[in-house]
């Protein structure tokens, strides 16, 4: 019932207009930050959209500037059904996410002109590309994008959003990330083929069971920060507890996007009738990211399903996290092999 609700969600009971306005939220003389991964198209530029025009500053990493360029009168002349305010600012940061060597100096430069970041979305990613495809550090593609990039642009940007977070709201400051639909079909029994993670031992004539598992890896990824973010926000000095960073995953919900560039012409043929217009995905992850009512403590760590609403994750990821500790795991493996690039 939950899968089949996901697929055909119900009207919307969140929109661009529950969206607040971002300029000062913090109170601060200054724009609230927000990043961004590959916020140029789909998904992610519906996203951009409306938080530029509700007056936030709006970070784009990605990895074509030629790209960006192309949306960024489209996102600056429509503000689609965002309520009238005044418009925040957009930038570009180049960064290939399938090479891990070039994401902490983009980062680097960036962390130097910015003084906080209250929400990021973990938002870019590829799809079914051909079997055999790798990163430049020899991933396989999806799970090196999908997963181990935004792992590593995760730990860069971990210190400036705990530092947001200890002097914003309760709630505000979040790491959105995101997931899909696809993550209940990841391997058996728990989520990640920690025996074989790239694929290379086991034969799989379709990338599609590493697409999941990479699904699998950002709601593993989510529930994991949603424990250490609390950790992380450390006790002060005078013994009050300071605010965190939440940490959500979600489906943004089957949507028409660039996203099934490497699919067959029939399957996109048949799929054409079920995908849904990529502005709903935008208020899926605005839901996650800015709703009042994901910004709370029994939200941390839990997952949003299309078009913003609370949703379960699959059975046997939820099983491999409370039986067999898979997001430390997953964790830990990661935090080994990023360590070289961070
Ligand atoms: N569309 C759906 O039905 C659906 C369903 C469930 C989940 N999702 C998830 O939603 C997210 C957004 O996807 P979308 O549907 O909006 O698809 P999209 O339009 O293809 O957007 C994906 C973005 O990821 C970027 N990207 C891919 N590889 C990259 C790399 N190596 N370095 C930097 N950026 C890279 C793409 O940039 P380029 O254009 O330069 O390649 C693009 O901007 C993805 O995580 C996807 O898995 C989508």
């Not at 055999?132 to 020899?138: A, I, L, N, W």
Request: glycine share 10%; charged share 20%; net charge neutral.
């Amino acid at each position: 019932m939950s899968l089949l609700s996901q697929i055909f969600p119900p009207s919307l009971a969140y929109t661009e207009k529950d969206v607040p306005e971002l300029f000062g939220k913090a109170r601060l003389c200054h724009y609230s930050v927000y990043l961004i991964t590959g916020g140029y198209s789909g998904v992610g530029l519906e996203v951009c959209r409306v938080l530029y025009h509700r007056g936030g500053r709006v970070i784009i990493v990605g990895r074509s500037q030629e790209s960006y360029e192309t949306v960024v009168e489209d996102i600056m002349t429509n503000p689609g059904e965002t309520a009238d305010s005044e418009p925040g600012s957009l930038e570009f940061v180049k960064v290939d996410l399938a090479d891990l060597a070039n994401i902490n100096p983009a980062i680097e430069k960036l962390l130097r002109r910015i003084e906080r970041l209250d929400v990021v979305w973990y938002n870019a990613g590829v799809m079914f590309p051909p079997v055999g495809s790798k990163t430049k550090q020899g991933y396989e593609l999806q799970w090196g994008t999908n997963v181990v990039a935004h792992f590593a642009l995760h730990k860069l940007l971990t210190p400036i959003l705990t530092s947001t977070a200890a002097s914003s709201p309760a709630g505000t400051v979040r790491a959105i990330w995101v997931s899909s639909i696809a993550h209940t079909r990841s391997p058996k029994p728990y989520g990640i083929n920690f025996d074989d993670i790239n694929y290379t031992k086991t034969r799989s004539l379709f990338s599609w069971i590493t697409y999941a598992q990479s699904k699998a890896g950002a709601v593993l990824l989510a529930d994991e920060y949603a424990k250490r973010s609390v950790v992380d926000a450390a006790l002060s000095e005078d013994g009050t507890k300071k605010n965190h960073v939440i940490s959500i995953s979600l489906n943004p919900g089957n949507l028409k996007t660039n996203l099934r560039r490497h699919s067959s012409r029939l399957s996109n043929i048949l799929f054409h009738f079920i995908l849904y217009p990529q502005r709903l995905g935008g208020i899926t992850e605005l839901y996650g990211g800015l709703a009042p009512e994901t910004g709370v403590e029994e939200f941390n760590g839990g997952y949003v399903i299309p078009f913003g609403r609370k949703g379960e994750i699959a059975t046997h990821v939820k099983k491999g996290l409370t039986e067999a500790g898979t997001g430390k795991k997953l964790w830990d493996l990661l935090e080994e092999e990023v360590k070289p690039y961070i």
